[in-house]
Each structure stands twice: as structure tokens, then as C-alpha cells.
Nanobody, 124 residues
Framework: QVQLVESGGGLVQAGDSLRLSCIAS????????MAWFRQAPGKERENIAS????????YYADSVKGRFTISRDNANNTLYLQMNSLKPEDTAVYYC?????????????????WGQGTQVTVSS
């Protein structure tokens, strides 16, 4: 059974930084694309960043491009999201997700495992 456990969320001020972590267990981490999503109150869940199983390709939503960085440590089965220059509109629950199938060309949100989420709140 695949398990994803996020950590690192919290309450920060605008302009601050946070690093989210997601520890994966239950299968060979390095073979699967990974992603971060977020969901703000009253809004749909948004794919903000993803990374291929090889780590060679990353995708970022326009809303976070240039401020957030996704990375992975395959030796420690951990996915990261470095968030800099945080804004109040970044306030949301952040979810880690893992592709169900190995070696896909791109992350597939319709066929993924999900973590429970970690709250990020940015005050102005």
C-alpha cells in the first residue's frame, strides 16, 4: 500500500519561505512521477508542480513559477517543495501526489495516490 505523508506546513508572513516534504513508502519511489497540488477554500484543487520519475523534467503552474521549486531525493523516498516569496494567495492545503503507473512520460492526476495534506497559511 502506497503511503504519502506531507509535513512542513504552517503559518508564515508574506515574503517568507517554507519547505514542504512528502515521504513516500510502499513501493520503489524513484520509478514514479510525483506532484504537488493545493486547494484553497472554495476553489478546485490545482496542480502547481510536478516532476518526472527521472527528475529531468519539472512543470510549474504560472501562479508559482519562479517562486516555487519541486525536487526529489530518491535515496530517501522524499519529495520537496521549496516555496519562496510567499503571498497570501498561496494559502491552501497542499497535497503530495504519486503517479500510480511507473515510467510515465508525464504525471497523471487522474490516476494517482494522494497524501492527507498540510496547511499553509500566509498572512499579509
Amino acid at each position: 500500500q502506497v503511503q504519502l505523508v506531507e509535513s512542513g506546513g504552517g503559518l508564515v508572513q508574506a515574503g517568507d519561505s517554507l519547505r514542504l516534504s512528502c515521504i513516500a513508502s510502499g513501493r520503489t519511489f524513484k520509478n514514479y512521477n510525483m506532484a504537488w497540488f493545493r486547494q484553497a477554500p472554495g476553489k478546485e484543487r490545482e496542480n502547481i508542480a510536478s516532476i518526472t520519475w527521472s527528475g529531468n523534467n519539472q512543470y510549474y503552474a504560472d501562479s508559482v513559477k519562479g517562486r516555487f521549486t519541486i525536487s526529489r531525493d530518491n535515496a530517501n523516498n522524499t519529495l520537496y517543495l521549496q516555496m519562496n516569496s510567499l503571498k497570501p494567495e498561496d494559502t491552501a492545503v497542499y497535497y503530495c501526489a504519486a503517479d500510480r503507473s511507473a515510467y510515465r512520460r508525464f504525471f497523471s492526476a487522474s490516476d494517482a495516490f494522494w497524501g492527507q495534506g498540510t496547511q499553509v497559511t500566509v498572512s499579509s
